[in-house]
């Protein structure tokens, strides 16, 4: 037990340096884990525009520490270890593979706050856990493919195939086909977040094969730019704007707007109130936005997929309502039924329509 | 003009001064980076080299930490450097690690929730055998075929890489992770786990086989008759034929050695530090064990402080970009650089250099 011994002692010096936040001498100090590099114009990205937003709200108040390229390996508990012993005071944990380690740390830091991203694991009081609804933009991304293919071959970079991304899938095929009866949609896994090399070649094969719209679940603009190569594709900007690509071949986006959430959650640190939480916020509090819809877009299609939008954001509409089958052809959601939280929340299943299988 | 002699024998002085040399050119060049980076050259200087060792917030757990992180270095070091010493170029250890992780970890997770003290042995052989025999492929190929090693051996870590998705979404998933990938955390059951032997100190069993993998190396390669065979078959490939050297032996035992060592690093690994089966438990030892050996001149001693290095600018540029945020792409052309300046020194151990007009011989 000596090595529990020697980080709690460095936590309890750390707890006498940090805590003085409370009465405004010293920082608060916010870490940042991330799983790619904070110029990668997505997910990464993102996020750190979240942390940028934190400095920008407290000012002097905090002080942000963050580090990129962290594997999601053993190498992601040494450093939020080293990240916790520097004194920080809340942690965000950035990618899924970061669940395991980002518990095991909490359990030797009793003082310093963990948020992770994604994940479901919260082992300790003192970790909390905060994702996104994306498969509600989704929606209105599918809805937009749909009308806008003209081969109805729709291509999909997927990357891992975890709950998140199979949500994501689901959602964008089931409002593809609400309003495009023929529409396909043909799925690579790339099983990476972010390699630019990879996510090109993908979305390069995908246009080979007939495919003139490209989702990506990937975080690079790789399939962005070879979507501009080609020509006549369409593509939207995922988890960041990608706005360089717009109107063509970008007409959309995901944005994932996570700054809200991070004040939030540093203000908390800072009154003391914080405590653990699952947060999951779709486009009704503004943590997914859409991003501007291009003028590639035909109107009639782009006043539509605003109506999607709105009736998602007041909640008149969820976007996995029944009828809905499973791929096996088994029942799902009876008509007017809605996905609970559970189901999605561990979705390993593609629904009716969708062809190949989910890689195990 | 400045020339290069070629020295007769290696200059003893120059294989001891080449590592310093180098780490001080790092270190400046380094440094002028760091500078037009903005950032004070000394202070990421000193967090780098000093602080994962000595820096009073950090060492306690750094310091452990190290050896953590050098261990499958030096033990997958270890095992290359045999067969490249006898000209076997086995480049796939990624892959033989990975499939050694899988091995061994199937095993524990078909025990579990069982609790018994074979459990861990068991797994330890499934990992080299894991290891052995995807080493094996390569081998066996070229014995009977002919193929090139480098190309099969690496080739086959994509294969691996592969296997080890379908197994961290398929059969080796945790059934009661709610349709995520990844296996069950073998830092919950206590049989399998290859946990700290003495807490805070970062030995655990994989520590303990890099430094007996290193002994063995040593006295091997030194003492034995396999060890005689594989440095004459590098150094004097038809004198050793002419010797009696049975090459086919000699390329199953080296890449055999060096796929079972592989899939230990994996299986200790994946029972300890990871903790789990996912699709992203690889991050790239087997290639970076390639250096290693390399940088440790081949020689198991010169692989063992050649693994710490490495270990130490892994640790340090984690917390110099931590600190002094200092981004993660500056790091890696640091630790690039190193490795330039140490094979660029390198050439004086080898090579004389001459001022002046050349000599006639």
């Given at each position: 037990m000596l090595r529990r011994t020697l980080i709690a002692t460095a936590a309890a010096a750390m707890a006498l340096t940090g805590t003085a936040f409370a009465d405004g001498h010293a920082k608060t100090k916010v870490g940042f884990v991330y799983v790619?590099?904070?110029?990668?114009?997505g997910w990464t990205y993102e996020h750190d525009q979240g942390r940028l937003a934190v400095e920008e709200a407290f000012g002097d108040k905090v002080e942000t520490i963050f580090q990129e390229?962290?594997?999601?390996?053993?190498?992601a508990e040494r450093v939020i270890t080293q990240m916790a012993l520097s004194g920080a005071n809340i942690i965000f944990t950035t990618s899924f593979g970061y669940m395991d380690p980002t518990n095991a740390v909490a359990g030797k830091f009793p003082d310093v706050k963990f948020e992770h991203a994604t994940?479901?694991?919260?082992?300790?009081?003192?970790v909390s856990t905060y994702s996104a609804r994306f498969y509600e933009g989704r929606a209105v991304q599918g809805h937009i493919a749909g009308k806008m293919t003209k081969t109805n071959k729709i291509g999909y970079i997927a990357s891992f195939p975890i709950p998140e991304v199979i949500r994501g899938i689901n959602a964008a095929y089931i409002h593809a086909k609400k309003v495009n009866p023929d529409v396909e949609f043909n799925i690579v896994w790339?099983?990476?977040?972010?390699d630019p090399a990879k996510e090109a070649d993908a979305a390069t094969a995908l246009i080979e094969q007939g495919a003139d719209v490209i989702l990506q679940h990937?975080?690079?603009t790789a399939p962005q730019a070879a979507a501009q190569k080609a020509g006549n594709v369409i593509t939207f900007g995922q988890?960041?704007?990608?706005?360089?690509?717009?109107?063509m071949p970008r007409v959309s986006s995901i944005i994932d707007n996570w700054a809200p959430y991070y004040i939030d959650r540093v203000k908390a640190v800072m009154d003391g109130t914080w405590e653990s939480k699952d947060t999951w916020d779709g486009i009704a509090p503004g943590m997914v936005e859409i991003g501007e819809i291009s003028d590639a877009v035909p109107a009639d299609v782009k006043a539509e997929a605003l109506a999607l939008k709105a009736s998602i954001s007041d909640g008149?509409?969820?976007?996995?309502?029944?009828p809905l089958k499973k791929q096996d052809g088994?029942?799902?959601?009876?008509?007017g039924e809605t996905a609970d939280d559970g189901t999605l929340a561990g979705m390993n299943f593609y629904v009716e329509?969708?062809?190949?299988d989910i890689p195990q | 003009m400045v020339r290069l002699e070629k020295r007769p024998q290696p200059s003893k002085k120059w294989i001891y001064l080449t590592p310093i040399v180098a780490v001080v050119a790092t270190m400046i060049a380094g440094g002028i980076m760091f500078a037009i980076l903005g950032k004070d050259p000394f202070e990421a200087i000193r967090t780098i080299f000093w602080d994962p060792l000595f820096?009073?917030?950090?060492a306690a757990y750094s310091r452990p930490q190290l050896l953590v992180k050098a261990a499958p270095l030096i033990l997958i070091a270890i095992g290359l450097s045999l067969g490249f010493r006898a000209?076997?170029?086995?480049?796939g250890a990624e892959g033989q690690y990975i499939m050694g992780a899988i091995f061994g970890a199937a095993v524990g997770l078909a025990f579990y929730p069982t609790e018994s003290w074979i459990i861990f042995p068991l797994m330890v052989i499934a990992g080299a055998i894991g290891g052995l025999l995807w080493a094996m492929i390569p081998g066996v190929l070229r014995v009977?075929?002919?193929?090139?090693e480098i190309l099969v051996s690496l080739l086959l870590v994509y294969v691996a890489e592969f296997i080890l998705a379908s197994m961290s979404l398929g059969?080796?998933?945790?059934?009661?992770?709610?349709?995520?990938p990844g296996s069950r955390n073998?830092?919950?059951?206590a049989s399998a786990h290859n946990a700290?032997?003495?807490?805070?100190?970062?030995?655990?069993w994989g520590v303990v086989a890099a430094f007996i993998a290193v002994i063995f190396a040593y006295v091997l390669l030194a003492k034995h008759m396999l060890g005689f065979q594989i440095r004459l078959t590098g150094e004097a490939p038809r004198a050793a034929r002419f010797g009696g050297v049975n090459p086919a032996r000699l390329i199953l035992f080296c890449l055999g050695t060096s796929g079972a060592l592989a899939g230990l690093a994996g299986l200790f690994e994946v029972s300890g530090p990871s903790g789990q089966i996912s699709?992203?438990?690889?991050?790239g030892y087997g290639f970076t064990a390639i250096i290693v050996a390399f940088l440790g001149r081949l020689h198991p001693v010169g692989i063992l402080l050649a693994g710490l290095l490495m270990a130490l600018t892994y640790i340090g540029g984690e917390l110099a970009s931590l600190m002094l945020g200092i981004p993660a792409a500056a790091i890696q052309a640091f630790q690039g650089m190193l490795l330039f300046f140490l094979l660029a020194v390198d050439v004086l151990t080898n090579y004389r250099v001459s001022f002046g007009k050349a000599e006639v011989a």
């Open positions: 790619g590099p904070v110029g990668d114009g390229n962290v594997p999601e390996g053993a190498d994940g479901y694991k919260r082992e300790h009081p003192n790339a099983y990476t977040w972010f990937t975080d690079s988890a960041s704007d990608m706005g360089e690509y717009a109107p008149s509409y969820h976007v996995f309502t029944g088994s029942d799902w959601l009876a008509d329509g969708l062809t190949g | 820096n009073e917030q950090f000209g076997i170029w086995n480049i009977y075929f002919r193929t090139n059969l080796l998933r945790n059934p009661e992770g709610a349709g995520f073998f830092k919950s059951y700290e032997l003495i807490a805070g100190t970062g030995m655990h699709i992203d438990f690889n991050v």
